[in-house]
Every structure is written in C-alpha cells, then in structure tokens.
C-alpha cells in the first residue's frame, strides 16, 4: 500500500517499562538527597522533572518554578547540576547507565561537604530581585514550603528544556491573572501558590505511589482506535498576540498523544494562592503546534473512510468562542471539511464508486430553527417520514464534482451566514453551523459526513442579568449540548432509545445517531489563564461524553505509550492515516441518568445499511412527512437540570473540586477490572486512492452560483511521508504483543467478544476484497482488449489489481494473526495463573 506512515509498532508500545521509570526516579531522589535537596523532589515530580535528565536541564531562571527559593538551595541545586553536566556530559541525550548511577550517588555526596562554602555563580545576582525576596519570606512564613512553588507550572513534555526558558519567567505571579485576579485585586498582597496535582498519589518524597487496587488500572489502559465509534479528541489553540501581549499564563499543556493538563489558578478564602491541576485523557490531544492535517487524519478521515462504506459520520466542534472551532472544522480553506472533500472527491474517481455522487448543503440552527444558508437563509423544516427517517424539506443541495465546487459552495454559505439576512442571527458563536456531504446512488444516501461548527459553548451559560433575547439563545443553546451529549452516549450504549427529539441539532442529525454511524467530537479550548474556566467547562463536558466509552481506567500507563510526540505529519496526498488497533473493554453501563425518556421514540435500532427509504430531499421523498418542527421539540423542553452543566452558574467555579480525578468516573456504574490488550496494528485496507491533482474547477449549475474559488489547496504544505512499510517487512511477529490477564470473568469476556468483532471485521473486509478481485477480473476477461494480457498475466507479472488484492490480504492477515495472538496470550495468562 502506498505510503502508509508506520505508526508506532506494538513494540514500541510495549518497551515502556515502568520499572525504568521507578529506577529513574529513585536515582533522581537519591541525588537529590546527596545534596539535601530531596524535600524538593514533589515540586520537581509535580512539574514532571522525573529523572536525572531533565533536571539537567533547568536553568538557574527555573529554580524559583520549582519552588527552590532559599539561596542556600538554589547553590547546592546549582552546584550538583553543575556537576551533573561536566561528569556526565551525554545526559542530556541518554539516561545515565547502571554503572552511572553509584558514581552520580558519590559525586553528588562529596558535593554536600561544600553546603557550607560560598559558591560563586556569574548569575547569583538574578537571584536577587525583589520579588524572589518577597517570596522567600512569604515561603518562610507560610509553612508550606515542602509544597510550595511559585509561578507557571510545567508538566513534562518533550520539549520540556525550552519550555523552562520562558523569557518572563520573572513575572509569574503577575501573569496569573484574568480568573485570579477576579479574586485579588492588584493591590493585594501576592503570597505564594501551592500546587495541588488533583491525580497523583505521592509518598513522602513525591515518588508516586500506586494505590492499592491500582496496579491493575495502570496496567489496564485502554487504547484509542481511530475506528471507535465515537471518539471524542481537544486541541488546543495557541495564545492569540492580545494573549501574548497581556502576558497571559498558558495553563493548558498537552502530555503525550493523549493527555491534557490544565493548571488552575486558585485563591483561597485566607488570600492564599494555588494551582490546582487537572488532568483529562482523551483518544487524542492534539497541542498548538498540531495543524489541521494532523488533526485531520486523526479524526475526520476515518469517517470519510467510513461514509463509502455505507455509513453516516459527524465531525463536531465543541468549544468556547474563539477557541478555535470554526478554525479547525469549517475554516473555508483549510478546515477539515475541505481536507475531507479532497479526498472524497479522490474516492469518486475511482471506477468502483463511479455510481456515486457527492452533493452539499449547509444550513445553520438557530433558536431550534433551521435556515438554508444556500438559499437566503431560507427558513427550514425538518420532517419524518413513515419510516421514521428525518428529513429536512426544502433544503437546498448541490451536487459536487470537485473540492473547488465544494469550497464554493461552502463560501457561498458561509458569506450567508455571517451577513445574517434575515437579521435573525447576529453573531456566528450563537448558532450551529452543519455542512454536509451526502454520497448518492442516483436518489438514495449512500452514506453522509457532517461537520458541524457548534455554537460557543459559554453562551448556553448566559443567563442572569442578560436581556430575554439572549437568555432564550443561551436555553436554546444549552438544551441542545445537552442533548448532543446525551445522544452521543446513547450512540456508545448502543441504546434503543436515542434522544434525539430533545433539540433541533439532535433532529436532524437523527441518523447520525443510529444505525451505523460514527462521531468524532473536537473540544477546542483556549489556553489562556482568563479562560480557565470555561475550558475546564468544555473539557468536563467532552469527558462526559468520552465517559462511557470503557476509558474510565485509562491510567499512566496507557498514556505512557503515546507519550512520545504525534507523528509526523504526512502528505496530503496521503490519504491513509495510520491506523491503530486495540482491543479494550466496553464496560457493562447501566442507563445513562441523564438521558430523557423519549417515549414516542422507540423505533428499532435501524440494521447496518439499511438505508432504502432515506432521502435527505424531502422533497423527492415519496413518504408522507410529518412536521418534526411543531409541537415536537418545541415543546419539548429539556430539562436543563439533569446534569450538572445546566446546573453551573455563569463564570462559577464549575464542578470538579479540589482533588477531583477525571479518569475516576464516578457515573456510569463502570465496571472495574479486565484486560486491555494493546497493540497497534496494520493499517486497514480500505478503498481510497491516493488522491490525484484536482482538475480545474467547473461552474455549478445551480442558480447560487458561489464566488470563485480562492484556493484549492491547503497552505500548510507537510514534508513527504517515509517511505511506504510493507507489512512483511516492518511488522512484527504476532507473538510480539503482550497481553495483561483479565482481572475478572466478566472482563475477559468483553475482552474476548472484541477480539471476535475485530477478526469478524477482518473477515469481512477479506471477503469483500475477494468479490472485489473476481469482479475486477471477470470485467476485464469479458473485455476483448484486455483478455489476453489478463490471461497471461502470472502473480509476479505485476497485474495492479491483483497485486493490491495480495497485499491489502498481507496486510489483513497480519491484523488477524495479531488479534489471535492476543487472544492466546490472554488465555495463556489465565490458564498459567489456575
Ligand atoms: N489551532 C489554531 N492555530 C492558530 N490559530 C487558531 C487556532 N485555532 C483558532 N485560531 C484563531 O483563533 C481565532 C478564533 O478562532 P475561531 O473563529 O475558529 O473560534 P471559534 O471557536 O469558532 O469562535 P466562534 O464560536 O466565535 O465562532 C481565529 O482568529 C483563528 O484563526
């Protein structure tokens, strides 16, 4: 297969070893007691300086971030770093060996002979400014120093060094503003923070210490797929220059593929300052320096992968205003709505998908109302048919040929959208935008991709001293995230009643909801210290939607193995993202509390592909319809109340409290325990070709006709992928994986049914190549000019169909055999352990 960008393997996952780790750790500790600095081990832990190595790399400008403020430690930290680094020069490069460490140990214990001697550094005056004064006596007054530190807290990161070169540095109380500084005002005396990590169980030194009952949690982490059902993913926006310029704190630190630290500014009622931080782990954080392809290929092409399969995606946006949603989903020329038409298009072109065509339509929800953005605004109304499918009659829809077309018709509406014809919606952030992709076979849907740019979240908060206007917008607002959400984890719990009706978004995204469908969620959050808040609002609601999804014990571990950094992008033209594999659990979970009874709603489950009857047009429809609009969910009001996001004040200190850890979820009714089973496998063969260069934009037949297109390719140009690796070539053996016993019946019970759905899935992609091939050969058999050389052609011969049909096999078998080796692996760890 063309240029597949390996992922790393399943033993690259698995060398981490947390023994290592330990030992690191444990050297770190002992160094630092050599020099009497190891009361300072938990601020290092906390800002993730776990080994010898990273603490190499701390400037002396640092020394205060740590929480080192006494100048008698700031010398002795000086002096062993100094050591450090002329003993051990290739430490910055490589973790000290065994054979290092007792000589690290007794350098560092003949440095503490000279505590007492006066130690001359060229840069011991920059210790001396007034603050670090202030600081120090505050430190000494507050009884607190073992925890204490002072400034912007940093979490590990592989960029870690140049992250402590911070150059304001010298202004770290001053920088937590915006959320603290609604507390103190300026003139308050500045005192110390603690920070206090809501996650880590620390022992006396800091080291982490693991909780009875954990082991099997750090161990047990499950792992994303890029296939799961429902993936729920945050990136994060870099500091805007207004940000930059007011010196604001970035408190949000991506860690790994998947996790995300937020640090939280916090006041005390004494006055005294802290920081609390939060951790969340999701199936992918994607940190400011991430583009939009790599965001891209890690959610919305999977799901354009998945709509030629027959399937309904939406890719949705949630966020505050300005944190970047329409950046990332519906930016006109670089949004993930406009990568994921290339590579639509680039399917269609393929002789197997001549039969389809791709249309768009885009049109916006507003106060429950829907408005064609491709037609004046034109108001809309969604309808369901006798076969319960809803449909939005009258909406205007363009058939696409090219991503030009589609960008076109994307500008179109998006100029409708933000002049606002109809003066009904005068700001963007208030209403959500939806444009979609529909594959037709002549009248029927095929499959369906919908991006959505939701409205900003904060506004389903405005309440209070707001006008009526924008208290009814915010209501609006509100019901339908909640209802969003709610749909999405009946979605996970594969529940046979979905909730749809509770809002307009929900309605009309009905399909999206059942049957087989796919959603991918993007929180987008501002890092900025002033939106603390309503990021870690907008993180807790993605993580209550990412609850259900059998994540709750995704601990250390897990992330550990995508602690390195995300891959490199690759090229457009490649359209295969790699795709990782795992098996993990799906916990058992009782009914959602939140969700609404829908009692009129009971319809089955709609069966895979069942899709004869749907028409997006209402009106090519031949089902009677029924107004969906009125009476429906209009009166239909939500009970805003069921859940805590309704519940949260505006600019309140939302939820969560000190300490509270959300990978421990306490709804749900979550089962513990069982195996995951992690590996990553080979990319899945899947149809799309490797996209061509786009011919030249034609004019839409439409009476809409859009403006020009003004660009026809992303900007962000990423350098070439490595070369194509071959299954047979980089893959490892099957036997490779590890596997973690289940830790109970019920878990290896779920463990298994995955496996069995994975190696169903795998057969059932074989089959479908098989039918591939033979059709492809039978057609060109039948065909006079091409029999002959088909005929003669051998295996070796270089037949392209035939050649991709053995490889994609290749590639097939060696997920099965990975997933059988699990499968074994797992049984041989109970039947060892009976
Ligand atoms: N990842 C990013 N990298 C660089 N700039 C970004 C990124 N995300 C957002 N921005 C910039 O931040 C600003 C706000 O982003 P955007 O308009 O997408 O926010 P939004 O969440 O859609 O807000 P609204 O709800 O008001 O529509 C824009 O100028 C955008 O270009």
């Known amino acids: ?72 430690d700031r010398k ?46 060229p840069a ?108 729920v993913c945050v990136r994060k926006r870099p500091l805007n220059s207004k940000e930059r310029k007011k010196n604001e704190s970035d408190i949000a630190h991506v860690n790994g593929r998947r996790t995300i630290n937020i640090n939280e500014p916090k006041v005390k009622v004494d006055l005294t300052r802290y920081v609390e931080q939060h951790e969340f782990i999701f199936d992918e954080a994607f940190d400011a320096n991430c583009t939009n392809d790599d965001v891209y290929r890690r959610t919305a092409f999977p799901l354009v992968e998945y709509i030629f399969d027959g399937g309904k995606a939406t890719c949705f946006a949630y966020g505050q205003t300005g944190s970047g949603k329409t950046f990332t989903m519906l930016d006109s020329k670089d949004g993930l709505y406009v990568k994921a038409g290339r590579d639509i298009f680039a399917t269609l072109r393929q002789p197997q998908h001549s039969h389809l065509a791709a249309w768009g339509s885009f049109y916006e929800i507003y106060q429950g109302h829907l408005y064609d953005l491709l037609n004046n605004r034109k108001k809309l109304f969604a309808r369901e048919d006798a076969n319960k499918q809803v449909c939005i009659a009258g909406l205007t829809e363009h058939e696409m040929s090219d991503v030009e077309q589609l960008m076109g018709i994307f500008e179109y509406g998006n100029n409708a959208r933000s002049t606002g014809a109809t003066g009904a919606n005068a700001d963007s952030s208030r ?108 993180l807790r609601y993605a993580d209550r939607v990412k609850e259900l999804k059998g994540d709750s014990h995704v601990a250390a571990a897990s992330d550990d193995e995508y602690n390195q950094p995300p891959p490199p992008p690759q090229q457009q033209q490649q359209p295969y993202p790699p795709l990782e594999t795992q098996t993990h ?7 959602p509390t939140g969700e609404l009874d829908d009692s009129d709603n009971d319809e089955p489950m709609y069966s895979d592909g069942d899709d004869e009857g749907f028409l997006l047009n209402a009106e090519s429809t031949e089902h009677p319809l029924h107004d969906l609009s009125d009476g429906v969910e209009d009166d239909h009001e939500v009970e805003e109340q069921e ?60 009476t809409h006709k859009p403006p020009p297109p003004q660009a026809t390719r992303s900007t962000h140009s990423p350098p070439p992928p490595p070369p194509p690796s071959h299954p047979s070539s980089t893959t490892a053996p099957a036997t490779t994986t590890t596997t973690t016993p289940p830790s109970s019946i019920d878990a290896f019970i779920r463990t298994h049914r995955q496996h069995i759905r994975e190696i169903t899935e795998i057969n059932r992609v074989e089959s479908k190549l098989l039918v591939n091939l033979t059709m492809k050969m039978s057609g060109a058999n039948s065909d006079p000019t091409t029999a002959t050389s088909t005929t003669t052609t051998t295996h070796g011969g270089g037949d392209p169909a035939f050649a991709d049909y053995v490889r994609e096999l290749e590639t097939l078998f060696d997920r099965k055999l990975k997933t059988v080796a699990m499968v074994r692996d797992m049984v041989r760890g109970v039947v060892g352990g009976l």
């Open 585 to 591: 659990h799906h916990h058992h979970i009782s009914q």
């Open 431 to 538: 209403s959500h935008a939806i444009f979609q992709i529909v594959l037709r076979n002549k009248k029927k849907t095929v499959g369906k991709l919908s991006f959505i740019d939701l409205a900003g979240s904060e506004r389903g908060a405005d309440r209070g001293e707001t006008d009526q206007q924008t208290r009814r917008e915010g209501s609006e607002i509100n019901k339908s995230l909640l209802a969003l959400k709610e749909c999405i984890r009946a979605l996970d719990l594969d529940s046979k009643h979905t909730p749809f009706r509770q809002s307009k978004l929900t309605q009309v995204l009905k399909d999206s909801f059942i049957g087989n469908s796919r959603t991918c969620m993007i929180a987008t959050i501002s890092p900025n210290i002033a939106n603390s808040e309503h990021t870690l609002n907008t």
């Open 76 to 121: 002795r930290e000086f002096q062993l770093i100094q050591m450090l680094k002329t003993e051990f020069p290739g430490l910055t490069d490589s973790a000290p060996t065994p054979s290092q460490h007792t000589a690290m140990l007794q350098k560092a214990g003949s440095l503490s002979s000279l505590h007492s001697t006066s130690l001359t550094s």
């Open 124 to 231: 011991t005056s920059s210790y001396h400014h007034p603050r670090s004064e202030q600081l120090i006596e505050d430190n000494s007054n507050s009884n607190i120093r073992r925890v204490a530190s002072v400034g912007r807290l940093r979490p590990p990161s592989a960029s870690f060094g140049s992250a402590f070169n911070m150059d304001n540095h010298n202004d770290d109380v001053a920088s937590y503003r915006g959320s603290a500084s609604q507390l103190l005002d300026d003139d308050t005396p500045r005192t110390p923070m603690k920070f206090k990590r809501s996650t880590n169980t620390l022992n006396a030194y800091g080291v982490p210490v693991t909780a009875p009952g954990a082991q099997s949690s750090v161990k047990l982490g499950s792992v994303s797929s890029l296939s799961d059902r429902i993936r």
């Open 1 to 72: 297969m063309n240029g597949i960008h390996p992922e790393p393997t399943a033993t690259s996952a698995s060398t981490f070893d947390p023994s290592s780790s330990k030992m690191s750790q444990s050297l770190l500790l002992e160094t630092l007691r050599q020099v009497e600095l190891d009361q300072y081990y938990s601020n290092f832990s906390v800002v993730g300086i776990n080994d010898v190595e990273t603490l190499v790399q701390l400037t002396m400008q640092d020394y205060g971030i740590v929480g080192v403020h006494g100048m008698e």
């Open 643 to 702: 859940d805590e996001y309704a519940k949260r004040p505006v600019g309140g200190g939302a939820g969560g409290g000190a300490g509270h850890a959300y990978h421990t979820r306490s709804r749900g009714a979550v089962a513990s325990g069982g195996a995951t089973t992690t590996t990553r496998l080979r990319p899945s063969p899947t149809s799309l070709p490797v996209p061509t260069p786009l011919p030249a934009a034609t004019t839409l037949s439409t």
